[in-house]
């Protein structure tokens, strides 16, 4: 299915290989899965490899977090596996992966926050998606950066950050080896960007195509902003990436 | 976080509530995702249930089909954990959802063919995403209806079922309770138009503000069918929803 059958395709010449999920329970699903699958269509041509890691072993919840008013008697969660812990990570992550979710403002988040306070010096990139860049803004990795989140819950998140340049509107931002998408869906359009800086264009035509993603090509386009009454700050516009090889 | 604050919304006097998930090996996972995330954030006003049905209580992998050339060394998957087997579903499944992935088309796909097919009778409503609409054909329930899928995959899914009325363009298509999606990400847009059909359009206007989806809200507006060179077949206009009480 995912032999794409393009012969060959422009590419980075140290691309990420990579790439480590920071899981936690109260998790979004979409988040992980809007740039889990578009890197696993991308998978089957380039050599990447995918790490799950959490608190444990044990399987993570994507369920209400604790505090969550969820009175409707509704009975709905799943599972996602993890492979490693926050104590025995891959040594070699390429891209932090962090995804956001209820619990990361009503759950105990602190073994997640700590992870990537102390991974984040280590790996390449770091991507956020929706309030992920809660996460990023308690361990402090945010500190003096452009970033945005989540319209909705814009108040909650950039009360994580005091010192981030927190901006809006913004469908994604890009400062230095931060990325940062804003509300879940939008982490799809920032994973494509992604791997078109890193992997090229044609794939990721294909990949697109494959998945049939609306995308928008415009990191500034973002109706929600105003949907949600967030003042405009900071500036959208994507500046030059940082490569680090 | 998902107290929406809406106080009313136009609620359809019977709406479906327990929604039930085909699983197997080699699952797309956004195809799963991009439904199970907004009717999760639905649950939060709406007694919803979810169940994850497959052969077996084993963990279920997102990860190449056998067959699928995977040449690129690549260390790629995730697991998700079912609730329910084919053999024990839970009794009172409103809706069930068949995702698609590499696993319809180059895995033994037997198990869960036989599932949809014995329990399509007794459900109200069935929706596919992406290649999903495959193992439905194969299961017989989409003989004589319109129906779509991914239009990169179209050559290989229409094969399975040669008296479908496949449908193309088409973002989506429903013809009597059965709701077919085109590609992976379009699922989002018909989960959108399926809770609003049965929940209403505040609340799903909400959820589109929480999940800053960019809604396609019409389901001939799919520009993947020319860029896939699939021929105009069928019709993708939406006609009046039957509603099964």
């Not at 059958?5 to 699903?29: A, E, H, I, T, W």
């Not at 596996?81 to 988040?109: C, K, M, S």
């Not at 998945?211 to 105003?226: G, I, L, N, S």
């Amino acid at each position: 299915m995912y032999n794409f059958g393009c012969s060959q395709y422009k590419l980075q010449s140290n691309p990420p290989r990579n790439f480590g999920v920071v899981m936690y329970n109260s998790f979004d699903l979409l988040d992980i899965s809007g740039s889990v699958e578009p890197l696993f269509l991308l998978s089957s041509q380039q050599r990447l490899n995918l790490s799950l890691i959490a608190e444990t072993l044990e399987p993570v919840h994507m369920r209400p977090a604790p505090g969550e008013s969820y009175t409707a008697g509704s009975h709905f969660q799943l599972s996602i596996n993890p492979t490693h812990t926050f104590a025995d990570p891959p040594p070699d992550i390429d891209v932090l992966f962090v995804p956001g979710g209820g619990g990361e403002r009503f759950g105990d988040n602190s073994a997640a926050v700590d992870f990537v306070r102390r991974t984040y010096p280590k790996v390449r990139y770091l991507i956020t998606v929706c309030t992920g860049a809660g996460v990023a803004a308690q361990a402090g990795v945010l500190d003096g950066k452009r970033a945005t989140t989540n319209k909705w819950a814009w108040k909650d998140v950039v009360s994580n950050g005091n010192n981030v340049q927190w901006t809006s509107p913004a469908r994604w931002v890009v400062d230095g080896n931060i990325w940062t998408a804003s509300g879940v869906v939008s982490g799809i359009d920032v994973i494509f960007e992604f791997m078109e800086t890193f992997y090229g264009e044609e794939i990721v035509r294909l990949i697109q195509n494959a998945t049939e993603h609306k995308r928008t090509y415009d990191p500034c386009d973002d109706p929600f902003a105003a949907w949600n009454k967030v003042p405009p700050s900071g500036d959208c516009r994507l500046t030059p990436y940082l490569h680090h090889e």
